[in-house]
C-alpha cells in the first residue's frame, strides 16, 4: 500500500553537505541564504539567541535547509530589545557574525568554521581578519555580518531582500 505522506529525502547537515554533493546553481544558493535569514528574523522575533549558530545545525532537508538544535538557546524577556541586549556573553551582532559564517559556506560552497564564544577566543574579540568575500555570491551582506554592521536580524533582512531582488 503506498504512502499518502510526501517522500522526505534527508541530505544531511550543512557541514558535510559541500564535502557530499557536487556544488549547487547560484539560483539555489540565493534561496537557501533568503530562507536561512527569514529563518532566523523568525527566531530573533520569538526573543530567542539560538547561541550555536553552525553549518552543523543547519539540516537539509528535500533541497531546503532547517534550523536545529535549540539545545542551548536562550529564551529572552518578550520585551527584550534584539539588537541591544546581551545574554550570556551573546548578542544579535555575533549570531549574525556566525549567521555570516553560514552564508560564506554556502556561497563558496566550501565548509567554514567559526565560533566567536569557544576557547580559542576567551577574550571574545571580533577576528583581526575573514576571508577575502571579492566577488563571492552575497560578498558584500557577508562583510556586513562579520564587521558588526547590522545591529539586528531584521536590518540583514532589509539589506538582504533589496541585494538578493537583483539576482
Known sequence: MASSWPQRRAQGDLESHPNEYPERENALKLR???SLIESFVYIH??????D??????ILVLNEELKAADFGQSILLPRDADMGSITENDLNAKIEI?????????IAAWQVHK?????????????PASFPDVE????????????????????????EAHLLLAGY
Do not use: T
Open 32 to 34: 537557501w541564504i533568503a
Open 114 to 126: 567559526y565560533y566567536f564564544c569557544s576557547a580559542e577566543n576567551p577574550e571574545l574579540c571580533w
Open 52 to 57: 550555536d549558530v553552525a553549518l552543523r545545525n
Open 135 to 158: 566577488g563571492v555570491l552575497c560578498g558584500s551582506i557577508i562583510a556586513k555580518c562579520w564587521q558588526g554592521k547590522y545591529s539586528s536580524m531584521d536590518q540583514l533582512k532589509d
Open 97 to 105: 557574525l556566525h549567521l555570516g559564517w553560514v552564508i560564506y559556506s
Open 45 to 50: 522575533s520569538c526573543k530567542v539567541f539560538v
